[in-house]
């Protein structure tokens, strides 16, 4: 944000004349700051109003000041409408050069050449994290770039479930990543504060997930999530990886897998019932094809160029008709002033379009983050209305503090006029 620094300090300034703040005060005064100039207020208009409704003539002390500040907060929240068209990094103008980077244990293999093929030049390296790893990267740029590379995982490749992700039920939840970064770009995607660097990185040896899995299964059923470091299904007409799993996990009924999307493709799953039957098969039960769908006024401004509702709800309806289970996924609602609105269109919506009784189940959940990652959040994305949002900070997690639970209850009794209540798994933690 070009100028805004002195701008703010100006602002916190003349604020700190009259009211006593302490230094993670002030880094909340700023967050607000930021929020009101992402969505293209007049920040220092709406600081004065706010002084004047409260009538500040003495200086205000500490106790006082956190009051002051939690109501600032909630003016500019609630009264701030979301920018629908957010300034983005530039595009890369030209025409791309596209880089592979390869780990030499991965060149031989038969994938690597078929992903490297429409590379314009291909770099030999030894370890992936040599380039992912490295320093002074700019994540958006490099989502743009069309470079990629191409290794081989060495680290755990089955390993347990996040605490932020929602385990359906099931005792034994784990998590695999096959592919790092994705092709979509979504403002909330905790990718761009998990990872430094933005190139996709392909892992080739797809066999050792399988055989690591046969182990665990061994031990327990395993309900497995594959596709939250990325968007599988986005990326199976260059990777195959989706068609992989199904046929893997046709023939372990102990193992359910959970394929989560925004993909609009709907002429995949086709092939997949054909593959499926070319083998005995009818149906798979155990892979679950899910959903993320957001109300498109969020589409907008948080999830640019992602395909339509309508696009997700037809690639659906598609994977149902293939036989296989499908799920959606509210989560994460992203708040903006008009989301009761938009959120119940929504619903009503999706529940038009598509029989309650196909669905497997429903996912809903506000969105939070850890601190950590959304400091860097911040950093690569610093002109989102998602990112700069003045987030409530509690025991390490971000979320919308009192809001997340109005959004959740509204969400919870509007969903069980089209669902059973047993069928809604809700994120009710901060």
């Not at 880094?27 to 992402?38: N, R």
């Not at 479930?161 to 970064?181: D, I, L, R």
């Not at 909330?188 to 996709?200: D, K």
């Not at 992602?306 to 997700?312: A, I, Q, T």
């Amino acid at each position: 944000m070009p100028g805004f620094n002195d701008e703010i300090n100006k602002i916190k300034e003349e604020f700190k004349k009259k009211v006593k703040m302490s230094f993670q005060m002030e880094a909340e005064f700023e967050q607000i700051l930021k929020y009101l100039a992402v969505n293209g207020a007049d920040h220092e208009s709406f600081f004065r109003a706010f002084f004047e409704e409260e009538k500040i003539e003495e200086p205000v002390c500490k106790a006082e000041a956190k009051k002051l500040l939690a109501k600032l907060r909630e003016k500019a929240v609630r009264e701030t409408t979301v920018r629908k068209t957010v300034t983005r990094t530039p595009e890369i103008v030209g025409e791309k050069h596209i880089i592979a980077w390869v780990e030499e244990d991965a060149a031989a293999d038969p994938r690597a050449a078929e992903l490297c093929k429409n590379a314009d030049e291909v770099r030999i390296i030894k370890h992936y994290k040599d380039i992912f790893n490295a320093k002074g990267h700019n994540f958006k740029e490099e989502k743009k770039s069309g470079n990629f590379i191409v290794a081989r995982n060495k680290d755990a490749l089955v390993y347990p479930g996040a605490p932020f992700c929602q385990s359906f039920g099931n005792e034994h939840f784990y998590y695999a990543s096959c592919v790092k970064n994705c092709i979509f770009d979504c403002d909330y995607c905790f990718l761009q504060g998990l990872y430094p660097c933005g190139y996709p990185v392909y892992f080739v040896n797809l066999e050792d997930y399988f055989e690591e899995l046969d182990s665990l299964l061994q031990k327990f059923p395993v309900y497995l999530c594959i596709s939250y470091d990325t968007d599988l299904l986005a990326l199976e007409q260059k990777l195959h990886y989706v068609e992989k799993w199904v046929s893997y996990a046709q023939l372990r009924p102990d193992l359910k897998i959970e394929i989560r999307t925004k993909s609009g493709n709907s002429t995949l799953f086709k092939h997949f019932e054909n593959m499926l039957k070319s083998s005995g098969t009818e149906n798979c039960d155990n892979v679950i094809f899910a959903w993320t769908i957001s109300p498109e006024e969020v589409i907008s401004f948080a999830e640019q160029g992602l395909p339509s509702v309508e696009k997700r709800i037809g690639a659906l309806k598609a994977a149902k008709r293939s036989g296989f289970p499908v799920r959606i996924c509210f989560d994460p609602m992203i708040y903006h002033p008009d989301w009761k609105k938009t959120y119940q269109k929504l619903f009503s919506n999706v529940f038009n379009s598509v029989n309650a009784e196909d669905i497997l189940d429903i996912s809903v959940g506000v969105f939070r983050i850890s601190n950590k990652l959304l400091r860097r959040m911040r950093d690569a994305n610093e002109d989102s209305p998602v990112t700069q949002f003045p987030y409530i900070t509690e025991n390490g997690a971000c979320h919308y503090g009192e809001i997340s639970s109005e959004m959740m209850s509204f969400a919870k009794e509007e969903l069980k006029k089209y669902v059973p209540a047993d069928k809604i798994y809700a994120w009710e933690g901060n």
